[in-house]
């Protein structure tokens, strides 16, 4: 029914941590807009709940080859605090996984972008279990309670999706691989990055949440995160050196830099970044 889905490049993938490749190509995001307030609407589609992101939310840097727009976020999530991510990282599931879905800014629609390899962005954030409640988060479990059915629709007023994502500083490490939507049509058409930085949600949210959208059968929603498919060749891409690709950086830029303090010293301001990361 959905050809796509059986595909090379789909997603999905577990993260192996040693065979990633450093790609000093992976700058920095620029995140326009996502400090602004709107009021959003929340949709139950009966596999999932979307909460619609205005278009003037826009996304560029990061490696990416165009400027794109934001369509929705959406969560995955398991069962009572459980494992829940749909990416894994050296086979360690997340109990969380917010996903920020763009496309390319010329593109109207989902659809229009799906047909370009390139055309759709994703972000993605793991969640890890906090002592404290996330308060922001809460507004987002709220508006999940109000969509418990299929067809429901709510608002969320006043929103500001940097209330739950962290500040762009704090993003400059993430992984990178081309992949697929994770549900029917699994389009493969998206360039997945999935951050380092973790989002924090308490033992209660993390309950809370997979009891808050029901399924059509009367049931809740869990476990919905689709497993880790095949790379099939394909390579990850880290955006951060590890210590030794760090020296090896760090030795081979000795001669060009002979010429010029200027030089030495931004290469030395970035390598101390990379440090801190
Ligand atoms: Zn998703």
Redesign the pocket.
């Known amino acids: 029914m959905f050809p796509e889905c059986g595909g090379q490049r789909q997603s999905p993938i577990n993260i192996v941590t040693s065979t990633v490749q450093y790609d000093p190509a992976l700058g920095p995001f620029a995140f326009d807009g996502h400090d602004h307030i709107s009021n959003i609407t929340v949709d139950h589609l009966g596999h ?1 709940a979307h909460f619609a992101l205005p278009q003037s939310m826009r996304i560029h840097g990061g490696g990416l080859p165009s400027v794109y727009k934001a369509l929705q976020f ?3 999530w398991g069962v009572n605090a459980g494992p829940g991510s ?1 990416h894994t990282v050296d086979g360690e599931r997340y109990p969380m ?1 917010l ?1 920020i ?1 763009y496309i390319k800014e010329e593109y109207q629609s989902l659809e229009e972008a799906e047909s370009d390899s390139a055309g759709i962005a ?1 972000l ?1 954030f793991f969640f890890e279990a906090s002592q404290e409640d996330n308060t922001h988060f809460d507004t987002v479990l709220e508006a999940l309670r109000r969509v418990r059915f299929i067809g429901n629709t709510s608002s969320v007023a006043a929103f500001k999706l940097s209330d739950i994502i962290p500040p762009a500083h704090e993003l400059s490490a993430y992984y990178r691989y081309s992949g697929s ?3 029917p049509a699994c389009n493969e058409a998206v360039i997945w990055t999935i951050f380092h930085k973790t989002l924090p949600a308490s033992h209660r949210q993390l309950v809370e949440v997979a009891g808050e959208v029901w399924y059509w059968t009367g049931k809740p929603m869990t476990n919905i995160f689709r497993p880790a498919q095949q790379l099939n060749g394909r390579v990850v891409s880290r955006s951060s050196p590890l210590p030794d690709e760090l020296s090896a950086l760090t030795d081979s830029a000795v001669p060009f830099l002979s010429g010029s303090a200027f030089c030495l010293c931004s290469v030395l301001v970035s390598v101390s970044l990379y440090c801190a990361l």
């Open positions: 999932s959406h969560l995955h749909e996984e996903h879905v994703v993605g939507m994770t549900t």
